[in-house]
């Protein structure tokens, strides 16, 4: 497909970049020693100020709510295709994004309450978090069912005359950590005896809603993963409005796969920035070491793997642009193929690339001197959130499998009538 961008995205892409040079890469240290301090003094998951300092430049610099399409309330927000680049950029410096508003999981709940809320929902929470004065965390996955089917979900939301009540364990609700945290959107089962895709529903909860009880944050591969972070959370007796519900009953799996579909696109660009810069980090530093008396980058076996990198990751490149042409011409739903296999690729090419610069930089690349062990347990997550590559790859398959059944019976009618002997 075309996936020539307009000179708005050019222009766009031009600015975040400068921005990033200007802003970003001067911060990277502040930032590190500023997560670790409010570790020492046991405040994890408070407010970053070096990213709450930047947010304002960013705004007025035009580089704010880039990821929201089609909306009066973000005059900024870009096709797919013209964001996929800017998302590459941010994702170069994990934290980034958020300085720009366009971190997840925010980003996808901000594009729930934009489509599927209602005016005074998007009044009571849209508003703030797309001003950046608040953060959220969707709830979906938990920790007794197999989440990657999302019909498995068993926590309860029940009618009780003019509220709702949500009785249930989630874990993995990224962000719900966080003091800048005020809104959780919550998946259950509003019809456990429904068809198996109506059964489910979303509701907004208050953070500070009586009966939610905060149990534990969860590491990743023994990263606290703060400011943000991961919550496993319990529900019990939490009472809301009625009006909280998005949508209606029996919805919840259409909004979310609504949801996932540009996330998974934001997830896999940020990717491919990160295994830039892995890439990056890698070549730099076979430049730099020498053994048995010559440089490492003169060495036919890091030929190989410089050269396997660079082809991936513009391969990785191709298909996600690709990808999120084919998401504005003809909607997501249509994309489903597309949008499944590049959430297999890319983390897979991500996952090779840092692992080749951990390689390069010998014992220091799995220690915090550089970045690379954060980026790989990053992008190792990836294979398993938003959906694990088992999943993708079964879409994919049956996909095709239907694709090719389709082309056979169109080859029949067009066939020769004579048979081999």
């Known amino acids: 497909m075309q996936t020539t961008n307009s000179a708005r995205a050019e222009e766009l892409t031009r600015r975040l970049r400068e921005f990033c040079a200007e802003h970003i890469e001067p911060n990277r240290t502040a930032y590190l020693l500023e997560i670790e301090e ?11 100020t070096t990213i709450e300092r930047l947010k304002p430049r960013a705004r007025e610099a035009g580089l704010w709510n880039l990821f929201l399409p089609r909306s009066e309330r973000a005059p900024n927000g870009l096709t797919n295709t013209e964001y996929a680049p800017l998302c590459e950029i941010m994702g170069r410096i994990l934290w980034s994004a958020e300085v720009f508003n366009c971190s997840a999981p925010d980003t996808g709940n901000m594009e729930i309450l934009e489509r599927y809320g209602t005016d005074r929902q998007r009044a009571q ?20 069912v197999a989440s990657s089917d999302a019909t498995n979900i068993e926590c309860s939301i029940r009618r009780d005359g003019d509220a709702y009540v949500i009785n249930g364990r989630k874990c993995w609700s990224t962000g719900a950590n966080r003091e ?4 959780l959107i919550v998946m259950g089962k509003t019809a456990p005896d429904a068809p198996r895709h109506q059964q489910q529903s979303m509701i907004l909860v208050p953070v500070d809603a009586p009966g939610i009880t905060f149990l534990r944050h969860l590491s990743v591969y023994g990263y606290d993963e703060a400011p943000h972070g991961h919550a496993e959370l319990q529900l019990e007796n939490v009472r809301v409005p009625v009006s909280n519900l998005l949508l209606g009953e029996g919805r919840g799996f259409e909004i979310a796969q609504g949801r996932l579909g540009p996330g998974r696109v934001h997830h896999c660009m940020r990717s491919i920035g990160v295994a830039e810069e892995a890439l990056a980090l890698m070549c730099e530093r076979l430049d730099g070491r020498v053994t048995f008396g010559r440089r490492l ?19 990785a490149r191709s ?12 909607g ?16 897979n090419v991500a996952v090779k690339v840092i692992d080749w610069a951990i390689q390069a930089h010998g014992a220091f690349g799995v220690s915090e001197d550089f970045p690379l062990a954060t980026m790989y347990a990053a992008a190792r997550t990836l294979r398993i959130f938003d959906g694990p590559d088992e999943v993708h790859r079964q879409t994919v398959a049956q996909l095709e499998l239907a694709a090719q059944r389709e082309n056979r019976g169109v080859r029949r009618e067009i066939a020769p009538t004579r048979q081999p002997a």
């Open 180 to 183: 800048q945290c005020k809104l």
């Open 297 to 315: 980058s003169d060495r036919s076996v890091w030929h190989e793997r410089i050269a396997e990198a660079r082809c991936a990751i513009d391969q």
């Open 38 to 48: 409010n570790r020492r003094r046991g405040a994890l998951f408070a407010a970053s």
């Open 332 to 347: 997501n739903k249509a994309a489903r193929k597309e949008i499944a296999m590049i959430k297999v690729v890319v983390p």
């Open 319 to 330: 298909l996600v642009m690709d990808t999120a042409a084919r998401m504005d011409a003809v």
């Open 125 to 144: 929470w849209l508003e703030p978090l797309l001003g950046g004065e608040i953060r959220s965390a969707f709830s979906m996955t938990e920790p007794q």
